[in-house]
């Protein structure tokens, strides 16, 4: 079964950026898409971003133009580029896929 493992959480000023990595081990992202979640304290987990085998994209109304999915299906990893980083999108983000959860990193962006 596939193992999913996010690094590049860090704490960072707003306004600034960090790029996220979710990379899968034991298998290989196949044909559903990769989703991350972000879940911030004391809220429930929400969607942030899609994306499919194909590289089509979705994003929270909330991120929109600020952060971008991408994968490199070679080196089985898809990546969560935030720019322009808000207080509010500090959370632990968690990289999904067929089922399985990853452990998720820690984003905090002070004020």
């Known amino acids: 079964q596939v193992q999913l493992v996010e690094s590049g959480g860090g704490l960072v000023q707003a306004g600034g950026s960090l790029r996220l990595s979710c990379a899968a081990s034991g298998g290989i992202f196949g044909m559903l898409p990769v989703v991350w979640h972000r879940q911030a304290p004391g809220k429930q987990r929400k969607l942030v971003a899609t994306?499919?085998?194909?590289?089509?994209?979705n994003y929270a109304d909330s991120v929109k133009g600020r952060f971008t999915i991408s994968r490199d299906n070679a080196k089985n990893t898809v990546f969560l580029q935030m720019n322009s980083l808000k207080p509010e999108d500090t959370a632990v983000y968690y990289c999904?896929?067929?089922?399985?959860w990853g452990k998720g990193t820690l984003v905090t962006v002070s004020s």
């Open positions: 999904y896929y067929g089922g399985v």
């Open positions: 994306i499919t085998r194909g590289g089509s994209t």
